[in-house]
């Protein structure tokens, strides 16, 4: 279903098998990118794009001048501006998801259990759900990963034997004062399962409303400069290169859906907003067909005082930078679907 233009025209000149994306011929495409926008509603919903006329620097007229209302003949500073909107939009969009995610309260792992596991050590050992430990092995902890980090921790040293005793201190509601529990944990538990036998609770934290759009501001910052750096550190070798295309991404995405019915909407908002940056940093590459890319010829052209790149050559650059990306998707994709039980 096409939306713009001229009705007459659609039912004339429609072709299934031509077009941009599969459902315009050429008479009607040149037709109405001079009069309208033109929207779509495509039979498969796959993708979206936004071209605009001039934007390959292909709309000349017949003395060879750019028309005047393509985006070919708008100045290079408006053409960046252009380029960088949609990298733009999906930061924006990444602080406002952050920011819904803050103001809905932040989860913490408090040192309390949420479940006790039937028949494990913790069970055979008295804890309940709800319990608070105070101490593990004489140490202070506030935090759950502070209890699990020194029951490893624990579990490693005594390596060989079945089990280890560990001594906690243990808040319980309705109990006046806290109390000694000694649970043996197993050294090497079974997959899945770990050394005590207990889950920690997730507790959300709230925070002043106003707040939360400068924590997602925040947060923004840090993960971007996160992801920079990273691939910066696959660039020199430092790390091993770890990418995720369409196929990993829907698996951890199903992962972490499957957690909002337990935890809410922290986590999932949170991969959201990731990838949304995730996509603005890949876009702004400096490789050619990426947006990026266009951005440094422009830049190649301001440098040249204004001369342009022949649009053949130009066109010839991009597409051998669309077929470099759409052959490491192939790539990605084989590995994704291979390690997808992984």
């Not at 196929?247 to 949304?276: H, R």
Request: net charge neutral; with cysteine; hydrophobic share 45%.
């Amino acid at each position: 279903m096409w939306f713009g233009g001229r009705s007459e025209q659609l039912e004339d000149t429609q072709n299934p098998l031509t077009g941009a994306s599969g459902g315009m011929s050429r008479s009607l495409a040149g037709e109405a990118q001079k009069s309208s926008t033109i929207y779509s509603l495509n039979l498969l919903p796959i993708g979206g794009f936004v071209r605009m006329p001039g934007e390959d620097g292909d709309a000349r007229d017949e003395m060879g001048n750019y028309d005047s209302g393509s985006f070919a003949a708008k100045p290079a500073g408006k053409r960046i501006a252009v380029l960088c909107a949609g990298v733009i939009m999906n930061v924006l969009l990444a602080i406002v998801l952050f920011t819904v995610a803050y103001g809905q309260g932040e989860p913490t792992n408090p040192a309390i259990i949420a479940q006790v596991t039937p028949n494990s050590p913790a069970s055979t050992a008295g804890m309940r759900a709800d319990d608070k430990i105070l101490s593990v092995n004489g140490q202070q902890v506030t935090q759950f990963q502070q209890v699990k980090d020194i029951v490893d921790k624990v579990a490693v040293q005594n390596k060989g034997k079945q089990t280890i005793p560990v001594e906690l201190v243990v808040q319980r509601a309705g109990v006046s004062a806290p109390f000694h529990i000694t649970v043996n944990a197993l050294v090497s538990p079974p997959p899945d399962k770990g050394h005590l036998g207990v889950l920690g609770k997730t507790v959300y934290e709230s925070i002043p409303l106003w707040q939360a759009p400068i924590k997602g501001f925040a947060q923004t910052f840090s993960v971007t400069g996160l992801f920079i750096s990273t691939i910066g550190q696959m660039i020199v070798g430092a790390i091993q290169p770890q990418i995720s295309g369409p196929v990993g991404i829907v698996k951890i995405t199903g992962e972490v859906a499957q957690t909002v019915p337990t935890v809410g909407w922290w986590y999932i908002l949170n991969l959201t907003a990731m990838l949304s940056i995730n996509l603005a940093i890949v876009n702004i590459l400096p490789f050619p067909a990426l947006d990026g890319g266009r951005v440094v010829l422009i830049l190649i052209e301001m440098i040249r005082g204004g001369k342009r790149l022949k649009p053949e050559r130009e066109g010839l650059i991009n597409l051998i930078g669309m077929g470099i990306l759409l052959a490491l998707m192939v790539v990605v994709t084989v590995s994704d679907v291979m390690h997808w039980g992984g």
